[in-house]
């Protein structure tokens, strides 16, 4: 026996099937923009070929985020991005110089108001010196930290990082050595109070006792010398605001001087973990894999407007191969 439902029964039922379909286009809609925008801020060039290499180093490390299911990268070059556009991103990535020619520092409100809100906050290399009656609030609270000049040092050296933290960035790391202008020394939060240090190593001792200056050395920074004393030069930081904004991520990483570290597979990708946890995303058990550059890849993506920039006609293309082969032997 078949029983016809009742005219309210029906009426019942198309708007359970009404609002199921509302319900699915809803969630499509939102599957379709759910893509996590990742803005990159490269700054114009000033240190030569190979070196502070922003625009080169941010389309490597766009092209590998846009190969991370749910991500999606834009470069910005010597420009600020218009607000709209950060506004839609889930993380800001400053590749770019420093100090009081920082080109964040006229924007510094903006930045911090954006980490607030949950959008994460990334610095490489320069970007994380700034003048400290200028950007040290914003920087601290952002990232966590900061170069200080009479206060930090930038030297050259080679750190070898034996061993990382249980954190989510440190996912797939293993043990790597690499030279670079890994400055130390850098002024933290009090207490380190929600910042995490990812690479650590104990910097030689001839880099403690230069003297003093804004880059060269200071008496905090020559007594350590004889202690083996372990310098932070890589940190991700998080501040919960409030119950209604997700937690402002963040990271500050001092190496980045020379372009062909990017060839090195673990210190890539820590970045990209790193870039991926700010942005709220899920780093996978191994971390975010991605293929290594090539000698091509590393020479191109240059400004062809400035002349230093350019590749020299006598450039060793097989020393390049030979090195990038030599930072990622075991």
């Not at 906050?121 to 930290?145: D, N, R, S």
């Not at 960035?169 to 380190?192: C, I, N, S």
Request: proline share 8%; charged share 20%.
């Amino acid at each position: 026996m078949t029983v016809q439902p009742s005219t309210k029964a029906r009426m019942l039922l198309r708007t359970a099937m009404l609002v199921s379909a509302l319900s699915f286009a809803g969630a499509a809609a939102a599957g379709s923009s759910g893509t996590k925008e990742v803005v990159f801020i490269a700054g114009a060039p000033s240190h030569g070929f190979m070196a502070h290499d922003y625009l080169a180093g941010s389309k490597l490390l766009a092209d590998r985020i846009n190969a991370v299911p749910g991500f999606s990268a834009t470069v910005y070059y010597d420009e600020w991005p218009a607000r709209e556009k950060l506004d839609d991103a889930s993380a800001i990535i400053l590749y770019t110089d420093g100090a009081d020619a920082h080109p964040a520092l006229p924007h510094k409100s903006e930045l911090a108001e954006l980490s607030r809100s949950g959008v994460g906050i990334g610095m490489l290399h320069f970007a994380v010196e700034v003048p400290k009656q200028k950007g040290a609030a914003e920087w601290t609270q952002m990232i966590g930290g900061y170069f200080e000049t009479y206060y930090s040092v930038n030297p050259f050296w080679r750190a070898e990082f034996r061993s990382f933290p249980a954190h989510p960035v440190a996912k797939g790391l293993k043990p790597f050595q690499l030279t670079d202008e890994w400055y130390y020394h850098m002024r933290f939060r009090d207490r380190l109070q929600g910042v995490q240090p990812v690479l650590s190593a104990v910097p030689p001792d001839e880099t403690r006792l230069g003297n003093d200056g804004p880059y060269t050395g200071n008496p905090d920074v020559r007594a350590a010398v004889g202690k083996n004393q372990p310098e932070h030069v890589f940190w991700v930081s998080e501040t919960h605001n409030d119950a209604t904004s997700p937690a402002g991520r963040g990271f500050g990483c001092t190496g980045g001087h020379s372009h062909q570290i990017w060839a090195q597979d673990q210190f890539r990708k820590l970045v990209l973990n790193a870039i991926v946890w700010i942005a709220h995303g899920e780093v996978p058990p191994q971390g975010i894999e991605s293929r290594r550059p090539d000698v091509d890849e590393l020479l191109g993506n240059r400004d062809p407007g400035v002349q230093d920039e350019q590749v020299p006609p006598n450039f060793n293309r097989q020393g390049l191969a030979d090195e990038i082969a030599k930072m990622n032997e075991p």
